[in-house]
């Protein structure tokens, strides 16, 4: 595997983030399934849930909508505090995780197989849409990713979501010092593309906006800001989780939460 620098279209970024969730399925439900648990809201790698930083607002009695789901975690975490969740998920088999979950657990949530820039949803069919590091930095896009979420929210409705950090962006997805050293310029929007360095093919494509891109793209599909949370990383949190670890988390944000409602 390679990475380079270059654009990808939405039909690149798609089929290959679709297939590279395939494959990578059942090893990330095997190394990270406890920690985020079977009916568990964890909004990111620093481990805050839902629970603790509630920015979802109510959810019992409200139709709840996750883009991005994978094993349907968080959705059934919305399912046992009240809610009428359904799961959205690119990924052939993290929903079939998700099914397995379902069975295991006995707390059962719908889900779909879907692009979060074409949700196969009525106008106005839910009250809350969230995305916990879901499809959000994998869709190229991302203007109709955000209109379709308007569109399928009620009103007044909630859209929050967590992706990593923008500012992440400007260094090397090292756990360790080398993550700490900034090499990529901020306001390069080049997509991130790794490919097969024998046939060529995309395995995988990730999409960078700015903190700026991000409020302004929720201004112009009509929502209002309510908050950005930066969780900060647990003292005594010693996890590594791909880039992420006590020794970049202590000092530099790794995940951002953007909350927005739709008034009217």
């Not at 839902?50 to 094993?71: F, H, I, K, P």
């Not at 009428?84 to 295991?104: K, M, N, T």
């Amino acid at each position: 595997m390679s990475s380079v620098r270059r654009s990808a279209s939405e039909a690149e970024s798609r089929r290959a983030n679709r297939a590279d969730w395939d494959r990578y399925a059942d090893e990330y439900q095997a190394t990270h399934g406890d920690f985020l648990g079977d009916i568990g809201f964890l909004w990111g790698p620093e481990g805050h849930t839902e629970d603790t930083l509630a920015l979802l607002g109510q959810v019992a009695g409200r139709d709840v909508l996750e883009v991005g789901s994978g094993a349907g975690q968080c959705s059934r975490w919305v399912r046992a505090r009240g809610g009428r969740p359904v799961g959205l998920d690119l990924s052939f088999r993290q929903l079939q995780h998700a099914r397995r979950i379902d069975v295991e657990t006995g707390v059962e949530v719908p889900s779909v197989q879907g692009t979060a820039t074409h949700l196969p949803f009525a106008d106005a069919s839910f009250d809350v849409v969230f995305s916990s590091f879901g499809a959000l930095q994998f869709v190229r896009d991302i203007d109709q990713a955000v209109a379709d979420v308007a569109r399928v929210l009620r009103r007044p409705g909630r859209f929050a979501f967590s992706i990593t950090h923008p500012t992440r962006w400007m260094f090397p997805d090292d756990p360790g010092e080398g993550g700490l050293v900034a090499e990529q310029s901020y306001w390069d929007a080049t997509p991130y593309v790794e490919v097969d360095p024998e046939t060529g093919d995309t395995l995988y494509v990730e999409h960078h906006r700015t903190i700026g891109d991000w409020v302004r793209l929720l201004h112009r599909h009509g929502f209002t800001l309510v908050d950005i949370a930066e969780p900060q990383w647990p003292s005594d949190h010693d996890r590594v989780w791909g880039g992420w670890s006590r020794t970049r988390g202590m000092l530099t944000p790794g995940t951002a939460i953007y909350v927005a409602d739709r008034l009217a």
